[in-house]
């Protein structure tokens, strides 16, 4: 199936045979951020994918019967998963029903937000305190008070949420924070003259907003943030949805930080927790290789992205945008709601 599945792609020009991974960023982001029209993919090829990744929404009686005697922990992306993609990030507002959906998913499971913002940028959107926060693609993270053996003590500190309760701030890349000053003031120097870039600090990475840019100049602009992060060999830079990030070279990723969580919650070692993740983004794709992992050795999780048009992903469910994921979280807390406690049993 997955075979066949491969050659529409092909066949409709979204896979290229011998595809690097090497192959320039801007490019990559590009390819990324296309929509069916612009691809010539059709709903047939959407269709397709669906066999291999089925709607989260129609499979939802399916997913949540497997849910009996275990405590879901909900993790969710921001960008793209909770409010639109917007050409001005300044503008990304999730509506008021999806903060209520979000809320309510809350009161009743363990939920957490792991964004690629900076955490202070995330809480200002969502503006809800029963959920926990995760910036900088996991690199600061407001967890509860508990602190984990296998991490950093010096990275681990304690400190008051805006409601006076005692919580571990986790930043495991704050030695790099001069660092990453630097880089941000000289991109805002260099890409000055270029219309329509926008240099994002999200405190432990930097974002370089590229889609109110003129396509004519991308290539000066991926030239001169190269040029930049070439200087820093301690950081390294990835891609998103028109945008590029500098981030540093540490072992830590979204998955890294849903771990964490799930540490910090108790459930490090439970076999009676189902976690489930939506996300839209490559850098989600991290988080859903660690479910994998919860899979094979718990036997449950949900890994759900977040896509109109087919792509490659390890998520196991999709959802065709936010729309669909508040449907979801709708569905979910309902669902939650005919029962009592934090298990379902």
Not at 154 to 161: R, S
Not at 166 to 189: C, G, H, M, R, T
Request: contains cysteine; neutral net charge.
């Amino acid at each position: 199936m997955r075979r066949n599945l491969l050659k529409v792609w092909k066949a409709f020009g979204f896979l290229k045979a011998g595809n690097s991974q090497n192959k320039e960023t801007m490019t990559r982001v590009k390819n990324d951020d296309c929509d069916a029209t612009t691809n010539g993919l059709s709903d047939e090829c959407y269709k397709s994918w669906m066999m291999e990744h089925p709607s989260a929404i129609t499979s939802f009686d399916q997913m949540v019967s497997k849910a009996k005697g275990k405590s879901i922990v909900v993790f969710l992306d921001y960008d793209g998963t909770l409010s639109p993609i917007v050409d001005d990030p300044d503008l990304a507002f999730m509506s008021d029903e999806m903060r209520s959906a979000v809320r309510e998913v809350a009161k009743n499971f363990p939920t957490a937000i792991i964004s690629g913002r900076s955490r202070e940028k995330v809480y200002e959107f969502v503006q809800l305190t029963e959920v926990y926060y995760a910036g900088s693609h996991g690199m600061d993270i407001m967890g509860p008070p508990h602190q984990v053996k296998s991490c950093d003590a010096q990275y681990q500190i304690k400190a008051l949420d805006k409601q006076g309760h005692e919580v571990i701030l986790f930043q495991p890349a704050k030695d790099f924070l001069p660092a990453i000053q630097k880089i941000s003031n000289v991109l805002e120097e260099k890409t000055q003259k270029i219309e329509g870039a926008l240099i994002e600090d999200n405190r432990f990475c930097i974002s370089v907003h590229f889609r109110r840019v003129h396509e004519k100049d991308y290539d000066t602009l991926e030239e001169k943030v190269k040029s930049v992060v070439k200087n820093y060999p301690e950081f390294r830079l990835t891609s998103g949805k028109k945008v590029m990030e500098i981030r540093p070279s540490i072992k830590w990723d979204k998955g890294c930080a849903l771990e964490y969580l799930l540490d910090t919650l108790g459930f490090s070692d439970s076999s009676d927790v189902l976690p489930l993740y939506i996300g839209d983004d490559r850098t989600d794709e991290d988080a859903f290789k660690y479910l994998l992992k919860v899979i094979r050795r718990r036997g449950e999780g949900y890994p759900i992205i977040v896509s109109a048009t087919p792509k490659e992903t390890k998520a196991a469910y999709s959802l065709r945008d936010p729309s669909e994921v508040l449907s979801f979280l709708t569905h979910l807390a309902k669902w939650r709601n005919s029962f009592s406690g934090h298990s379902v049993d």
